[in-house]
């Protein structure tokens, strides 16, 4: 083969070659760039993926992922916060409308109708009672007595007026028990008693014919109802002759004249019982007086209630009273349901003290007996 072919050939096929590589190189190229420049880019990457980046992304990324649960649990807890507060409001506007009210009228029902029972006994209005001997804790002369009596009378129409502003009272009863002088009963009494029986009686007398006048005046009643009873200290007999111990009292004697004083006054009615027992009928109840001498006491336990109740329960048995009304103890006690004692009007003395006997003051005592309820009121009445 010429030389010439040869060499034409050869350059033919290395155009051809040259052609193809060409080609060959022109396709590769572009992938050789692409690639290139994603190792470039990864080459970048990979620069910031430092480990203080990757730590400072890393803390980051916690950081959120620990946000998000927080806000998680707050959210459940305002949620059953929610439900909670719901159920609460519920709870209340239930309740609001659970309460029923009533609308009252200020028109007040019918007056019911009441009897006042106003107790006086034991006003020893003559014994001397010095505040040394006591201790200071009392103090009582004539003219204590006659202040306390006083005050008695017109604290007495006080508490009645207050009752007759809800009550229609047309009866009073002023029920006299008893041991309104100390009188001569006893040796020891002498010294200090400051008159003879006799005055004192007469002293006794004048401020109940005052008191009774001084009731009719003020009260408008219909009726002033007096139940009287004897106490021991009035007797002129050396003891206590029951059979008889009217017939030798003072007090039986000055009853009965004041009765006379009132005989032409029809509001007044006397009840001068021949009886230790002198009983008064209010409606359907019936109510003992007695002056209550009959009552053993010595400073037991219990009070009154345990000797009372003896006596009142044998007393109820031939004629059963609603209560029963007694003084002769200086105590101011209310057994409920049977028996009441009156206070005394001389206060705490030397035998209060030497027998233990609670401390009261002097005070007197008012019942109040309504028509429907029975006794529904006990107030001790203050003398000083
Ligand atoms: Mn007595």
Redesign the pocket.
């Known amino acids: 083969m010429k030389k010439s072919l040869q060499r034409e050939i050869i350059a033919s096929n290395m155009e051809k070659t040259n052609i193809d590589l060409q080609k060959l190189i022109e396709q590769k190229t572009g992938k050789l760039l692409s690639l290139s420049y994603i190792r470039v880019m990864k080459s970048r990457e990979n620069k910031d993926e430092t480990p203080k980046n990757l730590i400072t992304k890393k803390l980051a990324e916690n950081k959120r992922k620990d946000e998000e649960k927080n806000n998680k649990k707050m959210l459940e807890h305002l949620m059953k916060e929610n439900v909670r507060l719901e159920n609460d409001l519920g709870n209340i506007l239930q309740l609001k409308n659970g309460v029923q009210e009533y609308i009252l009228s200020k028109k007040v029902a019918s007056k019911g109708e009441v009897v006042p029972i106003i107790l006086a006994s ?1 006003w020893h209005i003559e014994e001397l009672v010095k505040p040394e001997t006591v201790n200071g804790l009392n103090s009582y002369t004539l003219e204590i007595a006659d202040k306390r009596i006083k005050t008695f009378f017109q604290n007495s129409v006080r508490l009645v007026k207050r009752e007759m502003v809800d009550s229609k009272v047309d009866t009073v009863i002023l029920a006299l028990l ?2 309104f002088i100390s009188g001569a009963i006893h040796e020891p009494l002498l010294p200090i008693c400051q008159v003879q029986p006799m005055d004192a009686i007469i002293r006794v007398q004048n401020h109940l014919i005052s008191g009774i006048k001084f009731m009719l005046a003020e009260l408008k009643i219909k009726k002033l109802l007096i139940p009287c009873t004897v ?3 009035s007797r002129i007999s050396p003891k206590v002759w029951i059979a008889t111990e009217n017939g030798f009292s003072l007090e039986y004697l000055m009853y009965n004249a004041i009765k006379g004083v009132f005989q032409d006054e029809p509001r007044v009615e006397f009840q001068i019982s021949a009886s230790q027992h002198c009983y008064v009928d209010v409606w359907n109840y019936k109510l003992r007086f007695l ?1 209550g ?1 009959q009552i053993r006491y010595s400073g037991g336990l219990g009070g009154f209630t345990i000797p009372g109740n003896k006596k009142v329960n044998m007393w109820n048995t031939p004629i059963p009273a609603y209560y029963t009304f007694m ?2 103890l200086h105590q101011l006690f209310d057994s409920n349901p049977k028996f009441l004692v009156n206070g005394s009007l001389i206060g705490y003395n030397t035998f209060a003290l030497s027998i233990g006997a609670e401390y009261q003051k002097p005070c007197q005592a008012i019942i109040f007996l309504s028509k429907k309820h029975g006794k529904c009121g006990v107030n001790p009445i203050y003398v000083e």
């Open positions: 034991d008893g041991d106490g021991n200290h002056h001498t003084g002769h």
